[in-house]
C-alpha cells in the first residue's frame, strides 16, 4: 500500500508488526478476533469504542488494505500524529530494528541546539556505534584505523530518524538481523556466521556493552577519583573512542543521555526491553583525561627476540637504522621493527639478512597503533643459519661470528639493497 502525506508507510504493513508497536507505545488493546481483528484505544483514553481503532489481522481478506489504510489515517490524525512520525512509522517502514537515542539538553529554548553542537552530537552518534562495532572484534584501547572498514559496514546498515519535540535527540535504527561481512571481498564468503559474517543484533549489543562499561568508569571516577575503572573497563568495550563519543555528548548539556530500545518483535531474554545510561556535564573533562591515558602507548619494557631480518631501511645519512624483524619462536609477538643503537649493530643486521642467518636482538618494546616498536635496542648475537633456529637447534657458538670485522660488514652491507624503500614512521607516527 502507498499513503500519501508525510511519514507515509510505503509497501505493505504487517498486522503483526503494527499491533506489537502500538502497544509499545501505550495503546490499549480492549478486544478482538482472534486472526481476524485487534480494537484499540489511544494512550489516556477510556475504554469507549467510539474512540477505538481497529487494525485488520487477515493479509487476505478483501477489505485488508482498506481497513489498515483506514486505521493508520486514524494514527496518525492529532493528536496521535507526533507519536506515529516519531515512534511508530519510522519502525513500521523497516525491519526488524534496535532503537538508539542520543539526547542532548542545552540552555537554548526547547528543540533547538547550537550548530556546532548539533554536529558533534551527531559525530558522537557516529563514534559510538563504530566504537562499539569494533570492539566486538577486538578490545583495544585505541583503535585508530583498525577495523574501520568492518565498523563502516555495519554503520552502512543503519538508519537515521528524526528528533523528538521539546529535546535535540539523534535517533539511529540499527536492524537486528542484517548480515555484516568481517571482510571487505565477500566474493569468495560462504556467509557462515561469526566467520564470514555478523548478525548486526551483535554488534549493537556491543555497542551497548561498550556504552554501559564507560558508564560504568566514570561513576567509579565519581566516587574514588581513579582512572582504574577506564584501564580495567577497556577489557568490557571501554576505548579512546568511545570516551571521545560520550565527552561530544555531555559538553556544555543540562541533561543528556543515551537510551537503547530493543526491538519488541526480536526479543531476547537476556536484554531489558530499553536501557538508559546518563550523562553530565561535568563528566566531560573526566571523559578527555581518560581518553588521554587510553590513547597513550603502554610503558615500554624490555625484550629479547630472537628472529629473521625481512626489513632494512635508513631513514637518516648515518643514523643507525631500523630492522624489521619476523619472530622464529613462538611468542607474544609475530613481527616487530627495531630501531637500533648504533650503526655498527645496523650493519651486522644487514649481514645476517643477506645471508639468511638469525639473529637475537634486544631493546624497550612499546606498541605504537597496529605496530610493535623495540627502541634502544642492542644486537645481542649472530645465531646462525635460519633453519636450525625453527629446527629448535643451534650449530656452533652461541656467537658466531665475534670476531667479524665491522668495515667488512659495512662495506658489504652498501651494497646491498634495501628491502623497503619506504621509511618506517619516526616514533610517535603510525603506519595505516
Do not use: C
Not at 81 to 107: G, H, N, S, Y
Not at 243 to 272: G, Q
Not at 290 to 315: D, E, W, Y
Request: glycine share 8%.
Amino acid at each position: 500500500m502507498n499513503n500519501s502525506g508525510d511519514s507515509s508507510v510505503q509497501g505493505p504493513v504487517d498486522p503483526i508488526r503494527l499491533t506489537v508497536l502500538l502497544e509499545d507505545v501505550g495503546w490499549r488493546l480492549v478486544g478482538g478476533r482472534r486472526g481476524s481483528y485487534n480494537r484499540f484505544i489511544p494512550p489516556g483514553e477510556e475504554d469507549d469504542r467510539s474512540s477505538s481503532i481497529l487494525v485488520p489481522l487477515d493479509v487476505e481478506a478483501p477489505d485488508f488494505t482498506d481497513l489498515i489504510t483506514a486505521a493508520i489515517v486514524e494514527i496518525r490524525s492529532s493528536p496521535y500524529r507526533e507519536q506515529w512520525d516519531r515512534l511508530i512509522a519510522p519502525r513500521l517502514m523497516v525491519d526488524a530494528v534496535d532503537q538508539f537515542q542520543f539526547r542532548k539538553e542545552t540552555r537554548l529554548p526547547s528543540g533547538l541546539i547550537s550548530w556546532t553542537g548539533g554536529e558533534n552530537l551527531i559525530e558522537a552518534a557516529r563514534l559510538s556505534l563504530l566504537a562499539g562495532a569494533k570492539s566486538y572484534m577486538e578490545r583495544m584501547s585505541y583503535y585508530g584505523n583498525k577495523l574501520g572498514s568492518f565498523a563502516k559496514r555495519y554503520l552502512d546498515s543503519v538508519l537515521m530518524g528524526q528528533t523528538s519535540p521539546g529535546s535535540y535527540v539523534v535517533t539511529a535504527f540499527a536492524p537486528v538481523a542484517e548480515r555484516v561481512p568481517i571482510r571487505a571481498s565477500s566474493s569468495n564468503t560462504l556467509g557462515f556466521e561469526g566467520i564470514d559474517v555478523v548478525q548486526s543484533r551483535k554488534l549493537n549489543i556491543a555497542v551497548v556493552n561498550s556504552l554501559e562499561a564507560t558508564v560504568e568508569a566514570i561513576t567509579h571516577y565519581r566516587s574514588t577519583a581513579s582512572y582504574s575503572g577506564f584501564d580495567v573497563g577497556v577489557e568490557r568495550g571501554v576505548s579512546y573512542e568511545m570516551t571521545v563519543a560520550l565527552a561530544r555528548i555531555s559538553d556544555s548539556a543540562e541533561e543528556a543521555d543515551i537510551s537503547i530500545e530493543w526491538d519488541p518483535l526480536s526479543p531476547d531474554p537476556n536484554l531489558p526491553a530499553t536501557q538508559r545510561f546518563e550523562l553530565r556535564s561535568s563528566d566531560t573533562e573526566i571523559l578527555y583525561k581518560a581518553a588521554t591515558r587510553l590513547v597513550a602507548p603502554p610503558p615500554a619494557r624490555r625484550v629479547t627476540v630472537v628472529g629473521r631480518v625481512h626489513l632494512l631501511t635508513k631513514k637518516h645519512v648515518g643514523g643507525a637504522g631500523v630492522v624489521g624483524i619476523e619472530a622464529l619462536k613462538p611468542g607474544e609477538y609475530k613481527k616487530l621493527r627495531v630501531r637500533m643503537e648504533s650503526a655498527e649493530d645496523y650493519h651486522r643486521a644487514v649481514h645476517a639478512h643477506d645471508n639468511d642467518l638469525a639473529i637475537s636482538v634486544s631493546g624497550n618494546l612499546s606498541r605504537e597503533g597496529n605496530i610493535n616498536w623495540v627502541y634502544d635496542a642492542r644486537l645481542d648475537e649472530i645465531i646462525g643459519p635460519i633453519e636450525s633456529v625453527t629446527r629448535g637447534s643451534r650449530s656452533g657458538p652461541t656467537q658466531l661470528y665475534p670476531d667479524l670485522d665491522i668495515d667488512t660488514i659495512r662495506r658489504a652491507s652498501d651494497t646491498s639493497a634495501d628491502e623497503v624503500n619506504n621509511s618506517p614512521p619516526d616514533r610517535g607516527e603510525i603506519d595505516p
